[in-house]
């Protein structure tokens, strides 16, 4: 079959700190809209596409452990966060006529389906775009870690990960002008140069699977222009 995107079937994953746009705190339902029409552009150039949210838009369980709190209560806090955020993208999406389904690794039956590895692999087969929500179910995981895990059990062929600028740099880009760009790199250039891209378990569970990381900028080429090789990306993968 002929489809002009480079992977059959990704993963994306989408921080929670993305959905707030411009604000410092919560959903930006104009921003998630445009995630949305992205998602569903996406599509139409024939892949398979589940997504990951994040949480830290709304709550990080790391900062309240910090502040006193048991860690294991804030992580459960912030997967419950993720929930939200899932059901603003699922929303956005069937608007404009996609179809979606979210699956949460914490059961929540009223209000999403609960995520069932074989059954979230036949609405991925039929075309449905499926929103994995509250991470891997886990206190003392990422969703970065959530989304690795996913993208494996999904037999992605692509993990893509949103930012806010057009790939991974060798330091912040927005505080250093001198910041080099790459267009690729290897797990272990990541490892061995600690850049910022995704957690080191994250990391590690791609590698392990043989999963390329394609991160991408939210804001220009979106998600069309990594999946179709036009836009500027950086891409992870062992050699
Ligand atoms: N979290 C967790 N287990 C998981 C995924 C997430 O405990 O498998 C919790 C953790 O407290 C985290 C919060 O959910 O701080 C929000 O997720 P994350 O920080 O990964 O969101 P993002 O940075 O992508 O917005």
Do not use: W
């Amino acid at each position: 079959p002929e489809t002009p995107a480079r992977y059959k079937r990704v993963c994306l994953k989408l921080s929670g700190e993305a959905l707030m746009g411009d604000k410092e705190f919560g959903i930006d339902l104009e921003t998630v809209e445009r995630y949305a029409s992205q998602v569903k552009r996406a599509r139409e150039l024939g892949s398979e596409i589940c997504l990951v949210v994040g949480g830290g838009n709304i709550f990080r369980g790391l900062q309240m452990a910090a502040r006193g709190m048991e860690r294991a209560s804030a992580d459960y806090m912030g997967m419950l966060a993720t929930v939200m955020n899932a059901l603003a993208i699922q929303n956005a999406l069937e608007r404009i006529g996609v179809e979606t389904r979210v699956m949460s690794a914490i059961e929540m039956t009223a209000v999403c389906e609960p995520y069932i590895r074989r059954r979230a692999l036949r609405h991925l087969s039929k075309g449905i775009v499926v929103i994995f929500a509250a991470g891997s179910g886990n206190p003392f995981f990422t969703t970065d870690t959530a989304a690795a895990l996913r993208a494996a059990e999904m037999g992605c062929d692509a993990l893509m990960k949103g930012t806010q600028v057009d790939g991974v740099y060798s330091d912040d880009p927005k505080k250093n002008p001198d910041a080099e760009r790459f267009d690729h790199l290897t797990y272990l250039d990541v490892f061995r140069r600690d850049l910022k891209v995704m957690d080191q378990a994250a990391i590690a569970i791609t590698r392990e699977n043989g999963i390329p990381i394609v991160v991408f900028s939210l804001r220009e080429g979106g998600i069309e222009g990594a999946l179709a090789g036009t836009g500027t990306f950086t891409v992870i993968s062992e050699s």
